[in-house]
């Protein structure tokens, strides 16, 4: 049977269900419409980190032939090519991927050979300076990427977490805390720039400072130590992990409640 009304034109049912089958693909690609829109984002943030290190490449070639003109208008020829290409290949690599790195490089080189070939006795050494440079630089944008890409896995790994942490730096000032942390003991505060010390009973406070600071300068964690907080009736074990983070080393505080009973 018909799902449509009866209308007493047969030429206006036939309109509305030549309708119905142009609409009907037009309700299933709107679907489709929507999960090629991350795609379509993602496709346009890399063009535009492509085109931005395309124009920060051309404005830093154009300060080095700047410079190299200045000087050498001011006090003769001074070959500073080789020498300033250097220093964009270590800002290139600092900001930028491992790929663009390796694209600036053969262009640098190109750019340090013109510029000094009429005026240097031995360009080609002096712009293969610029090569080991390169090569050198390629380096550390891969070391640097990796770090990133470590310090994203931590930071989900954190995100993910079902129990409290914190991070502390060597002082023992809170620099990040889970959500959950406050809540565990006893406060109803935000931590962060607060002191680790000032939320748990210590036995001994002078040599838990002590054992705590000299953990950084080992480079080895505290050993697993049951905390109770200061304000909150319950007892934690806390295992403690050095991390490696963007602003520096930090330590790693994870509380794991027990019994009272619990060795």
């Known amino acids: 049977m018909s799902t449509f009304p009866y209308y007493p034109n047969r030429g206006v049912r036939r309109k509305i269900m030549s309708a119905e089958v142009w609409i009907r693909p037009l309700r299933v690609s709107k679907g489709c419409l929507s999960s090629h829109k991350g795609k379509l984002l993602n496709y346009g943030m890399r063009r535009f980190y492509s085109l931005r290190f395309l124009i920060i490449l051309f404005l830093l070639i154009a300060l080095v032939v700047g410079v190299e003109l200045f000087t050498s208008r001011l006090f003769g020829d001074q070959t500073l090519t080789p020498l300033l290409s250097l220093v964009v290949l270590a800002v290139l690599a600092y900001f930028f991927s491992f790929r663009q790195v390796l694209l600036a490089i053969p262009i640098l080189v190109c750019l340090s050979y013109l510029m000094i070939m009429d005026s240097s006795r031995y360009p080609l050494v002096r712009s293969s300076t610029v090569l080991v440079g390169g090569i050198v630089a390629l380096w550390a944008a891969r070391q640097r990427s990796r770090l990133s890409a470590q ?60 054992d705590y600071m000299d953990s950084f300068e080992r ?45």
Do not use: C
């Open 151 to 210: 310090i994203e896995e931590v930071e989900a790994v954190l995100q993910s977490l079902p129990v409290p942490w914190m991070l502390s730096d060597s002082s023992g000032v809170i620099t990040r805390h889970s959500a959950m942390l406050p809540r565990s003991v006893g406060e109803g505060r935000d931590l962060v720039g607060t002191s680790f010390f000032s939320y748990f009973n210590l036995t001994s406070k002078k040599d838990f400072i002590r």
């Open 219 to 263: 480079g080895s964690p505290l050993p697993t130590t049951s905390l109770n907080p200061a304000n909150y009736d319950r007892i934690y074990r806390v295992n403690f992990v050095f991390l490696s983070q963007r602003e520096g080393r930090r330590l790693l505080s994870v509380l794991q409640e027990q019994s009272s009973n619990t060795p």
